[in-house]
Structures are given as structure tokens and as C-alpha cells.
């Protein structure tokens, strides 16, 4: 089996600081992951668990350690990650497929609708100077800028998307700069959605009005999965051809970037 090292710090010190001194080490800008482990009972004698990061794939990950060396020690491990195939989000795939989106559970090997047909043939750029991180969806008319504003004070700036001729709010704005994640935004008791800007982390990525898009609602006919909103469904049995066909948008996307 591979093996690593692993060896832990605890900071004592300012956070900022730390990320001053190994800054000229790093070949990018500092990260926060979300991470969530759940360990299993294993009788061999080392450790199962199930990890879970946000905005990637899921790994079991079975590893064997020699903990009874001292914390300040660094530890050799023996492991073996096995990923797991399910993802809940599009985000999580790290690509946008309309068939895929038009499946409650992203299995679906034929087009059920027209809209999945003409989202494959329509041609979609992202425009280059968009700088925006986040997609702020489940606005109510009545909602303005500056309630955005008070809303996400941390914001660098919000764009609400209006109607061009009637200037109407379209219920959607993107936001720039960075906010709690973790937080429920309301305004005036209603939920807002907070999702990440599809145009900018996903390949293939076709917008509403070329038949593509995230979310909906069931009397439309034309549901999207794969969002936050609605998100894909465990499916019941993945039989061969679903999961080459995974497999080659994987490719297709690792091929684009």
C-alpha cells in the first residue's frame, strides 16, 4: 500500500501571521477547506473512514498507524483511498452535463425533454471580466441593492440582475468578495440561495435560457439537479453504462482544463 507522513501543528500564535511566514513556500493563495470524517469499526486493526470535502468527490479512505509514538513524532501510515462515485452537486463533479442535470439521480442515458437537446447544441461563452464569486438566487421583487447590502456587509460589491426594459428585479443577483457559507441569509423571512458561480467552476456549464441551469420548479417541466437547491439523488443500482458514461465527462473535463 502507499504510505505518507503525517505530521501535525497546532497554532498558537495569530492565524495571519503563520500565513505571512509560509507564504514565499506556497505555489497559491491560502485555502479554508470544509472537512467532515466519519469513522467506521474495522476488526483488521486499523482505520476506516469516510471522508467528505466541500466541492469534491467522497473517499473511503482505509489507512494503518503506529500511534503509540509521541504527538510531537511524525507517524508513518500505510493507506488505500477508494473514491466514491456519488456526488450530491454538479460543484462536487466539477462539471455541468444537461442530461445529467435533467436526472433526479444524474443517471439518465436519453434526453427526456427538448430543452436537454437544445442545451447540447447551443454554444455558451462565460464572458471573461466576470470577477464575481458567488450567485445570490430567491430574490423577492421588493428586494433592492442596498438590502443586499445590509444583508452581506462583507461584500466587495452585488450586482442585481434587472430586466433591461422594465427594469424589474429578475430575483437573482452575483455577489464579489467573501461571506460565511455556513450562515442562512434571509430577507424578510425568506430564505435566499447561495450558490457558486456556475459559469466560472464548471466545464460545459449551459445557462437557463439555452436549456440548461440549476434548480427550478416541477410545473415548469424543466427541472434541473445537481445544485444546492436540488441536488442529486443516491441512485438505487449503477449498472455499467452509467458509470463509463461518468467516466468519459470526467475525462472530457480533465481534457477542456
Known amino acids: 500500500m502507499p504510505r505518507n507522513i503525517e505530521i501535525k501543528a497546532r497554532i498558537d500564535s495569530n492565524l495571519n501571521d503563520l500565513i505571512e511566514r509560509v507564504r514565499p513556500f ?68 466539477g462539471f455541468y452535463d444537461p442530461q445529467m442535470a435533467g436526472s433526479i439521480d444524474g443517471t439518465d442515458l436519453i434526453p427526456h425533454d427538448r430543452a436537454i437537446i437544445r442545451a447540447y447544441k447551443s454554444k455558451y461563452k462565460p464572458p471573461n471580466n466576470f470577477s464575481s464569486t458567488l450567485f445570490i438566487g430567491h430574490i423577492p421583487p421588493s428586494c433592492t441593492e442596498d438590502d443586499l447590502k445590509q444583508i452581506f456587509p462583507t461584500a466587495t460589491h452585488i450586482d442585481l ?26 430577507f424578510n423571512g425568506h430564505l435566499l440561495l447561495i450558490e457558486d458561480v456556475a459559469s466560472k467552476k464548471l466545464s460545459g456549464w449551459k445557462p437557463r435560457r439555452c436549456g440548461g441551469g440549476l434548480g427550478g420548479k416541477k410545473e415548469s417541466g424543466q427541472l434541473r439537479f445537481g445544485g444546492s437547491q436540488r441536488s442529486f439523488k443516491q441512485p438505487y443500482y449503477l449498472n455499467e453504462n452509467i458509470k463509463q458514461r461518468w467516466k468519459y465527462l470526467e475525462k472530457q473535463c480533465d481534457k477542456k482544463q
Do not use: H
Open 161 to 186: 440582475i434587472r430586466d433591461i426594459v422594465t427594469r424589474e428585479s429578475k430575483g437573482y443577483a452575483f455577489l464579489t468578495g467573501q461571506i460565511d457559507r455556513k450562515k442562512e441569509y434571509k
Open 26 to 93: 506556497a505555489d497559491g493563495p491560502p485555502r479554508q477547506l470544509t472537512q467532515s470524517d466519519t469513522f467506521f469499526n474495522c476488526p483488521t486493526g486499523g482505520r476506516l473512514k469516510l471522508r467528505v470535502e466541500q466541492n469534491s468527490p467522497a473517499q473511503l479512505i482505509y489507512y494503518e498507524r503506529n500511534d503509540t509514538a509521541s504527538l510531537s513524532t511524525p507517524k508513518l501510515s500505510t493507506y488505500s483511498i477508494a473514491p466514491i462515485m456519488y456526488r450530491k452537486t454538479c460543484f462536487q463533479w
